[in-house]
């Protein structure tokens, strides 16, 4: 994955300067080839035979993916994480012109549950800003390439107490098998008696995430399936 270019990003972001604004940060494609409802079905998927849509599934197979609209002071990460990259290359400057900052706290929370909450993101062709830089968001003069990513699945592992959910179809970064049972040895040898239990929900076989599933087999043979 690191040896090729790779830009994979989904948001969506609505009336930023309005204290109502809304944002979407998506694993869903916008095929209707990926999208599927909460039954997972097989039934009627066969070529004739599927709905419009906006009735139904169409994909060959169940599919399962998670989205989330956001609302709140995090929209300023997302507004700013596409505005940088988006000056980077058009050269207009969303930041400036949008008045970022003060927007972003006239932002209000919409319906649903509040929570503490981080956006990451992976962009190896971009980094870290240098703290030498002549203005804070200024880009072409960074570090090392972003893997928040990565750095977030290290933290949430070393805050588990009872069991680790990962749901994920790229279920093939050796690294983390290896910090997941360190940590597990970490607690045993501390004399914890209780059993950290780790569940793993990804793919398979190669239709979706080409040759990727052997690296996959590799982490859950380390772990111990």
């Not at 929370?109 to 062709?125: H, N, P, V, W």
């Amino acid at each position: 994955m690191s040896a090729s270019a790779s830009h994979h990003q989904k948001s969506v972001l609505v009336d930023y300067e309005l204290p109502s604004a809304v944002g979407f940060v998506m694993g869903h494609n916008s095929l209707d080839e990926y999208w599927d409802t909460d039954q997972h079905s097989a039934l009627n998927r066969e070529e004739g035979n599927k709905p419009e849509p906006y009735l139904g599934a169409r994909g060959q197979t169940p599919r399962q993916d998670i989205s989330c609209m956001l609302s709140g002071p995090i929209l300023h990460d997302v507004h700013q994480n596409f505005a940088i990259a988006w000056r980077k290359e058009t050269g207009e400057d969303l930041l400036a012109c949008r008045d970022c900052d003060p927007s972003s706290k006239r932002l209000q929370f919409q319906s649903g549950t509040r929570l503490m909450m981080q956006l990451l993101r992976t962009q190896a062709q971009v980094g870290q800003p240098k703290t030498n830089r002549k203005h804070k968001d200024d880009v072409g003069d960074y570090e090392a390439p972003v893997r928040d990513i990565q750095s977030g699945y290290m933290v949430a592992a070393n805050n588990v107490t009872q069991f680790i959910y990962i749901e994920n179809q790229y279920f093939r970064w050796p690294p983390l098998a290896d910090h997941i049972k360190t940590l597990a040895g970490k607690y045993f040898k501390a004399g914890r008696k209780e059993p950290l239990y780790l569940f793993v929900i990804t793919n398979d076989t190669k239709d979706g995430v080409g040759m990727g599933t052997a690296k996959t087999q590799e982490m859950l043979a380390s772990l111990g399936r």
